[in-house]
C-alpha cells in the first residue's frame, strides 16, 4: 500500500510492507506533538536535520546518521528547516532477541554501520515474505551492535509501558478509580508516562483516524465517529500527527 500526499510545506509518501510501515517526506517546518509508537522507530536523514526530544535527553539526528527510538519511548521532533528523512516502524517481534543483543534508543554515527543499516533497510520496498523479512532484521540487529555506536544511555531499562485508558471516563473518574485527587493523578500519569491524559488521548484519536481514512472513510464521518468537537479541531490535531490535513491524505 502507498498512499502520497503533499501541501505547500510538505511532501510525504507513506508505505506499508506486510507490518512495517515507511514515512517517507521532505518537510520544510514542522513540530509533531509528544508522542509514542508502539513499534521501533528507525530515522535516518538525506537532507538537512530533525531535532528530538525525549524524556530524559535530546538529540539531533543530521545528515549520514541514523535515530533508533525504542517502543512506547514517549518523545517528539521538530524540524526547523527543509528536511528530507526517512522513518521506519518495524515492530518489536522481530527484535526480540536475547537481552544482551537487545536493541536500545541510540544515535548511529559510525559510517560503517550506517551505510550498511541503511541498504538493509532499503530493501524492506522488495517483495518479500514475513518470513525474509524476518531475517532482514536479523541482519540490520547484528549491524547495530557495534562498539562505534553512540548510545543516548548505557543500559536498556524496562520497557516503557503506557496504560490503557477508558476514553469513555472523564479525568475525575479516573482519578477516582485510582484513589487519587484529580492533581495527584494528572501529575503521576505524566511523571510516569511522559504524556499527559489529554495528550495519550488526542494520540489515540489520530492514529485510529489514519487507519478509518486508509479504509475509506471520509473526513468528515471520522470527526464526527471519533467525538472530535468539530472539524477544524480534527485537521488541527490531525496534521500536528502526521504533517498534513485529513483530506490531503485521503
Known amino acids: 500500500m502507498c498512499i502520497l500526499f503533499k501541501n505547500s510545506k510538505a511532501v510525504v509518501n507513506y508505505k506499508k510492507y506486510l507490518d512495517i510501515e515507511v514515512f517517507e517526506g521532505e518537510i520544510s517546518s514542522h513540530q509533531y506533538p509528544w508522542h509514542f509508537h508502539n513499534s521501533y522507530t528507525f530515522i ?30 514517549v518523545h517528539r521532533n521538530i524540524i526547523s ?46 517483495n518479500y515474505s514475513r518470513r525474509e523479512l524476518e531475517e532482514l532484521m536479523i541482519e540490520i540487529g547484528e549491524s547495530i551492535d557495534q562498539p562505534q555506536t553512540a548510545y543516548l544511555r548505557e543500559k536498556p531499562d524496562n520497557m516503557n509501558i503506557i496504560p490503557e485508558l477508558n476514553h469513555d471516563l472523564t479525568i475525575e473518574e479516573l482519578a477516582k478509580e485510582a484513589t487519587l485527587s484529580k492533581f495527584h493523578f494528572q501529575r503521576k500519569f505524566k511523571k510516569e508516562c511522559g504524556l499527559t491524559i489529554g495528550q495519550l488521548k488526542q494520540q489515540e484519536k489520530t492514529i485510529k483516524a489514519k487507519n478509518l481514512l486508509e479504509n475509506g472513510k471520509l473526513s468528515t464521518d471520522v470527526a464526527y465517529e471519533l467525538g472530535f468537537f468539530d472539524q477544524s479541531h480534527f485537521i488541527k490535531y490531525f496534521k500536528k500527527m502526521w504533517a498534513i490535513t485529513p483530506k490531503n491524505f485521503k
Not at 102 to 120: D, E, F, G, M, S
Open 81 to 126: 528547516q527543509t528536511t528530507f528523512y526517512k522513518a521506519y516502524f518495524i515492530p518489536q517481534e522481530y527484535f526480540a532477541r536475547e537481552e544482551k543483543n537487545i536493541v536500545i534508543t541510540q544515535k548511529v554515527n559510525n559510517p560503517n554501520a550506517v551505510y550498511r543499516i541503511k541498504n538493509l533497510l532499503n530493501k524492506i520496498n522488495q
Open 44 to 73: 535516518f536523514v538525506e537532507k538537512g536535520s530533525v531535532f528530538y526530544e525525549l524524556k530524559e535527553s535530546s538529540i539531533q539526528i543530521g545528515e549520514a546518521e541514523i535515530l533508533i527510538i525504542e517502543p512506547f519511548k
